[in-house]
Structures are given as C-alpha cells and as structure tokens.
T-cell receptor, first 116, second 115 residues
Framework: DTGVSQDPRHKITKRGQNVTFRCDPISEHNRLYWYRQTLGQGPEFLTYFQNEAQLEKSRLLSDRFSAERPKGSFSTLEIQRTEQGDSAMYLC??????????????FGEGSWLTVV | AQTVTQSQPEMSVQEAETVTLSCTYDTSESDYYLFWYKQPPSRQMILVIRQEAYKQQNATENRFSVNFQKAAKSFSLKISDSQLGDAAMYFC????????????FGTGTRLQVTL
C-alpha cells in the first residue's frame, strides 16, 4: 500500500484552459476528499465522496469545478476555464469509514496548479 | 460553523528543547475530534496526534502530547526533545462527530528547529 497518490504533482496552465487532476486513494478506503490549499492558509474543504456518491460540496466549488469518482476507486477533479485565482495546491485525502468520525484521514502529496 | 484559530504564524525552537503550539476553536457541539497535522516541505499532510473530546486524558504520541482544555476550547501541541525533522507547518483541525464530517483546519504554524 503506497498511500494516497495524486497526479500530476505540478501543472502550469494558461488562463482559460481546462485542467484535470487524478487521485488514487488508499485501496479499500470508501471515503475520498478534495481540499484546496493556498499559500499561508490551511486546507479548505471542497467535496467528498462515499464510494461513488458525491455527498457534499463546498460553496468554494464553483460551476467550473467538477469532481467524479465513477467506480468508487480513483477520483478526478476538473477545473474548466481556469482563472488566476484557481492557483493553489489541490489535496486529495481518503479514509475508511467504519462507524466513527475518528477515522484517520490520510492525505496525498497534492497537485500544485499555477494559472498564468 | 466551527472555526479553528492558530495565533502563532511562526515559532522557533532549539534542537532538544520543548515547544508548544497553540490552537483554539469555536463550536457549539459537545462531542467532536481534534487533530494536529504536520506538513513538511514535501507537502504531504501527516497526522501527528488526535484527541476525542469525550476523553479527559490528554493524548500522547512519543515526543508529542496535547493539552486539551475543553471548557476553554483550547488544544495545544507540545513537542519535546525537538528534532530537525520536526521542522514543518503544523495545522490544528476540528472534526464533528458522525460519519458525514470533514476536517476544518486552522491557518497553521510554521515551526523552525535550530541547532
């Protein structure tokens, strides 16, 4: 088990282009989260999945953002028509839900997005 | 909504010394979970320690311990015998009870460890 992996680790794109990030959670983890982190700030929650169902979306997730987890395994986060304000680290995390909210959430190394 | 406040943007400690990082939070819930995460320059967030609010005993993990003051809504992290590898950003995080909950983070404290 290699932990939560994210790809690509770094992405530079021109404003207006679309970008997609992929996250592979720890195998058998049924909960998958996306967070966004800007410099000098803590991570901010974007959305999460329970298996393939997207159960909650933050107000931060504008219409240009879409996340999927089609088979309940890996997830993708797509940003359409990128803006400079989208520049941030996008963190993926996963956990195994077993009846208590104390389940540890494991994070990936993140995907850095720079919009120029 | 819950909020988490870390009032120390940066802290410095000498190797082998002890340092305490502060965290306060605001909530109306009586049961919840608190966490300290470490984010080294490689950027992967690593869980350091966690505390269940219903437990009065402070959590400890090797050189890391917390001072949990529920009435004051305070959750500080003490690092003993600091090592160079402890240098990182440290984030305090709150999680509500129930399985449909996510983490709410503070803004972080950058810890420098000097020789």
């Amino acid at each position: 088990d290699t932990g939560v992996s994210q790809d690509p680790r770094h992405k530079i794109t021109k404003r207006g282009q679309n970008v997609t990030f992929r996250c592979d959670p720890i195998s058998e983890h049924n909960r998958l989260y996306w967070y966004r982190q800007t410099l000098g700030q803590g991570p901010e929650f974007l959305t999460y999945f329970q298996n393939e169902a997207q159960l909650e979306k933050s107000r931060l997730l504008s219409d240009r953002f879409s996340a999927e987890r089609p088979k309940g395994s890996f997830s993708t986060l797509e940003i359409q028509r990128t803006e400079q304000g989208d520049s941030a680290m996008y963190l993926c995390a996963s956990s195994l839900v077993s009846g208590t909210a104390g389940n540890t959430i494991y994070f990936g190394e993140g995907s850095w997005l720079t919009v120029v | 909504a819950q909020t988490v406040t870390q009032s120390q943007p940066e802290m410095s400690v000498q190797e082998a010394e002890t340092v305490t990082l502060s965290c306060t939070y605001d909530t109306s819930e009586s049961d919840y979970y608190l966490f300290w995460y470490k984010q080294p320059p490689s950027r992967q967030m690593i869980l350091v320690i966690r505390q269940e609010a219903y437990k009065q005993q402070n959590a400890t993990e090797n050189r890391f311990s917390v001072n949990f003051q529920k009435a004051a809504k305070s959750f500080s992290l003490k690092i003993s015998d600091s090592q160079l590898g402890d240098a990182a950003m440290y984030f305090c995080a709150y999680r509500s009870p129930g399985t449909a909950s996510k983490l709410t983070f503070g803004t972080g404290t950058r810890l420098q460890v000097t020789l």
